[in-house]
């Protein structure tokens, strides 16, 4: 029997051990099918031994190798850092809504800076027009104020008064001097020398009074209208061909509407003027007032 069992292990396997005879017998009772199911068997669990060796031996080398790279710090100081990081993660948190509820205001501030911007830009234009009007009104007694318009109404009225002069005298026009009230003439036969009025003869500065009259009556028309002129005296300083002008110019405001009235003693004047009211010398100191 030990030399069957020898043969056949032969044939199929090698027992690592010992086996008694019962077992051997056993073994040779069995037929060949199962025998052969069970050397399968056998061969296939120990492939799985191999494989699950091996895997065991790649855990081991891995566990070895993570016990290498395992930190120094305990699991409660990691423990302990990692809560310690959660904290500041938290105030980093806090931090991070606090700037940006500070950007957001920044934001609504530099808005409203530039809506404050545009009315402080218009406030200065504003400011810029009634600081112009004060440099050029202000004054604490109203003197420039005075000055401004009486220069604007000498303006208005020389404009009218140099109309009139060009029917009296050609030659001359008024002008104002600058940064006064005071008139001057301009000789425009002397290439435009400018001179003051008290160069001028008496017929010159009686048709220069006689415009600056009519030019008043002008002015004065704007608002209020103005039917009579009267006219004292000062045509005794014409001669023939200025008196002739200088009343040329009261028929022309006559023909306009208005009455012209003129007191005075030259004789010539009678020929140009249709209704006359005389004063008549009577005895005793008496005189009577008579209308032709």
């Avoid at 105030?91 to 700037?99: K, V």
């Avoid at 050609?170 to 002008?175: P, S």
């Avoid at 009259?213 to 005794?236: H, P, Q, R, Y």
Wanted: proline share 1%.
């Amino acid at each position: 029997m030990e030399a069957t069992f020898t043969r056949w292990c032969s044939e199929n396997f090698a027992p690592e051990g010992e086996i008694g005879r019962e077992q051997i017998r056993v073994l040779l009772s069995r037929d060949r099918v199962e025998v052969d199911a069970l050397l399968a068997q056998q061969q296939s669990l120990q492939q799985q031994q191999v494989r699950l060796e091996a895997q065991l031996a790649q855990a081991q080398q891995r566990h070895s190798e993570h016990q290498q790279q395992r930190p120094e710090q305990a699991q409660s100081e990691i423990e302990a850092l990692k809560t310690a990081v959660d904290n500041e993660y938290e105030q980093i948190q806090q931090a991070l809504t606090l700037i940006a509820a500070k950007l957001e205001n920044h934001r609504q501030n530099v808005a409203k800076l530039a809506e404050q911007a545009e009315q402080l830009r218009q406030l200065q234009a504003e400011l810029h027009t009634w600081a112009t009007l004060n440099s050029a009104l202000g004054d604490a007694q109203g003197k420039r104020l005075r000055n401004l318009v009486q220069s604007q109404t000498l303006a208005i009225l020389l404009a009218y008064a140099n109309q009139h002069l060009q029917t009296l005298s050609k030659r001359y026009r008024l002008t104002r001097i600058p940064g006064t009230l005071d008139i001057a003439i301009i000789d425009q036969d002397m290439a435009d020398e400018q001179r003051s009025v008290n160069t001028l003869s008496g017929g010159e500065s009686f048709l220069v009074s006689l415009a600056l009259a009519l030019g008043l009556a002008s002015l004065s028309s704007n608002k209020v209208k103005i039917e009579s002129l009267f006219i004292d005296e000062g045509f005794g300083t014409l001669d023939a061909q200025t008196l002739s002008v200088a009343m040329d110019a009261l028929d022309n405001l006559q023909a306009q509407g208005r009455k012209v009235g003129v007191i005075s003693h030259v004789a010539e004047l009678t020929e140009r003027v249709a209704t006359q009211i005389k004063v008549v010398k009577r005895p005793g100191g008496y005189s009577q007032i008579r209308c032709e």
